[in-house]
């Protein structure tokens, strides 16, 4: 039997990175690990990535860049179910692919205690900012402070994401209506003073 030679290219390897990822997390990653699965040695790898760091952000950044194009394909026009669509589509794509989500949050999106803030992460909370930002300028929130309350929202529908990722035992209609529960929650408090 004649062995097969793959031709390795940054893709392959991003691919094969992306797959242990989902199956084992970032601590099940290794380059050694990784040449194994692709049959080659770990020297090799390194025409492609430089260490362990650089392909996990790669990772990262590709799954950053698909929650963007999630946000991106959200379709509504009106102020507040735009942002009721974002935050969804943010729940799904965590529920989608659990153990990439756990890397996205790896790096943050705006400077903490020791980190930078990671430009995927940033472009992707500031498409979500923009759109609060938008609501509040058509007069569709009543708040002062946008970035407080692009803060609030993220916060709350990252927390119920989480929840869900927990494994608590809810189907996909208490799932939902908890989904629910939180944005209509976060959206009363940020209207309310149009109401008064």
């Given at each position: 039997?004649?062995?097969?030679?793959?031709?390795?290219?940054?893709?392959?390897?991003?691919?094969?990175?992306?797959?242990?990822?989902?199956r084992g997390g970032a601590?099940?990653?290794?380059?050694?690990?990784?040449?194994?699965?692709?049959?080659?040695?770990?020297?090799?790898?390194?025409?492609?990535?430089?260490?362990?760091?650089?392909?996990?952000?790669?990772?990262?950044?590709?799954?950053?860049?698909?929650?963007?194009?999630?946000?991106?394909?959200?379709?509504?026009?009106?102020?507040?179910?735009?942002?009721?669509?974002?935050?969804?589509?943010?729940?799904?794509?965590?529920?989608?692919?659990?153990?990439?989500?756990?890397?996205?949050?790896?790096?943050?999106?705006?400077?903490?205690?020791?980190?930078?803030?990671f430009p995927p992460a940033?472009?992707?909370?500031?498409?979500?900012?923009?759109?609060?930002?938008?609501?509040?300028?058509?007069?569709?929130?009543?708040?002062?402070?946008?970035?407080?309350?692009?803060?609030?929202?993220?916060?709350?529908?990252?927390?119920?994401?989480?929840?869900?990722?927990?494994?608590?035992?809810?189907?996909?209609?208490?799932?939902?209506?908890?989904?629910?529960?939180?944005?209509?929650?976060v959206l009363a408090g940020?209207?309310?003073?149009?109401?008064?």
């Amino acid at each position: 039997m004649t062995a097969v030679t793959v031709a390795l290219s940054r893709e392959l390897v991003l691919d094969a990175a992306r797959a242990r990822l989902q199956r084992g997390g970032a601590d099940d990653l290794s380059l050694r690990g990784l040449a194994r699965d692709l049959g080659v040695t770990p020297p090799a790898l390194y025409a492609y990535v430089d260490h362990k760091q650089d392909l996990l952000a790669a990772v990262a950044t590709e799954h950053f860049d698909r929650l963007l194009a999630r946000f991106d394909a959200v379709a509504a026009d009106d102020p507040l179910d735009r942002i009721r669509a974002l935050a969804r589509a943010y729940v799904d794509h965590a529920l989608q692919s659990p153990a990439l989500f756990r890397l996205m949050f790896r790096y943050p999106p705006a400077p903490t205690a020791g980190a930078a803030a990671f430009p995927p992460a940033a472009r992707a909370f500031d498409a979500a900012a923009a759109t609060i930002a938008a609501a509040a300028a058509a007069g569709a929130l009543a708040v002062d402070d946008v970035g407080l309350a692009s803060m609030t929202m993220w916060a709350a529908v990252h927390g119920v994401t989480e929840v869900l990722l927990m494994g608590f035992a809810f189907d996909e209609d208490g799932a939902d209506a908890l989904v629910t529960s939180v944005i209509e929650t976060v959206l009363a408090g940020q209207t309310r003073a149009l109401a008064s």
